[in-house]
């Protein structure tokens, strides 16, 4: 999954980079979704992980990648991912920043005055992981702020946009749009997007001493987004 993700970020023109947020508790993890046993091993990561140092890892990663020549860094991730990118909207220097489905984003909201750059949040609002009241807190907390775009999915359950599920028709648009949102707010040249998430799939990103690698060197990037929206989708 995590690579089929840093793929497709490389197909739109990106530099995509995958840290490794595991690698303080096992480095290399690689697990797929296709069992149950992976499923309760990637969950027992996904409790033991600190979050806050994850952030931090982040910020490593949005450093390294512009030292590779890009002149804006951005976030994506999906999940767990999503909310540590929505962590990272509010505490780090990321030109711009996208969660799909992002879980726990809602028990964050106090620190929404951190953000200083765009953010577009991807809502299933059937999510059987994320309490509907949580999806309308965050809408509501976050209606004001201009920086925020909240996109809403009325029939799509937690993990649309994940390849191979049911959902096709959505998770094209949710990717299309996450990607023009990336590459209006994060520049027109060579960009990065960086892409992390709750399962812990990919051994390719974060080394030891937290300087990330590059794992697929951008080409043309798409259109631009356009600002301002806040739409239902």
Request: hydrophobic residues 35%; positive net charge.
């Amino acid at each position: 999954v995590m690579r089929g993700k840093a793929d497709w970020l490389a197909r739109e023109g990106f530099l995509a980079v995958s840290p490794d947020l595991f690698w303080r508790i096992k480095p290399g993890i690689d697990l797929t979704d296709q069992s149950e046993a992976e499923w309760k091993q990637a969950l027992d990561y996904m409790n033991q992980l600190d979050k806050n140092a994850s952030v931090r890892d982040v910020q490593a990663t949005l450093t390294w990648a512009r030292s590779q020549g890009v002149s804006k860094a951005g976030a994506l991730g999906y999940c767990m991912g999503g909310y540590i990118a929505f962590l990272a909207a509010c505490r780090t220097d990321t030109d711009a920043t996208v969660c799909y489905h992002g879980g726990g984003i809602h028990t964050a909201l106090g620190e929404a005055s951190g953000i200083k750059k765009p953010v577009m949040l991807h809502n299933p609002m059937k999510d059987g992981f994320i309490p509907v009241e949580a999806l309308n807190t965050i809408r509501e907390t976050l209606a004001s702020n201009p920086l925020v775009t909240v996109g809403e999915y009325a029939e799509q359950d937690h993990a649309f946009t994940r390849e191979g599920g049911a959902q096709r028709r959505a998770r094209r648009a949710a990717r299309g749009r996450g990607a023009r949102c990336a590459a209006g707010y994060a520049g027109t040249q060579t960009e990065t997007a960086l892409h992390h998430s709750g399962i812990p799939e990919s051994n390719r990103g974060f080394d030891h001493s937290g300087a990330a690698r590059s794992i697929a060197r951008a080409r043309n990037p798409p259109a631009p987004a356009r600002a301002g929206r806040r739409p239902v989708w």
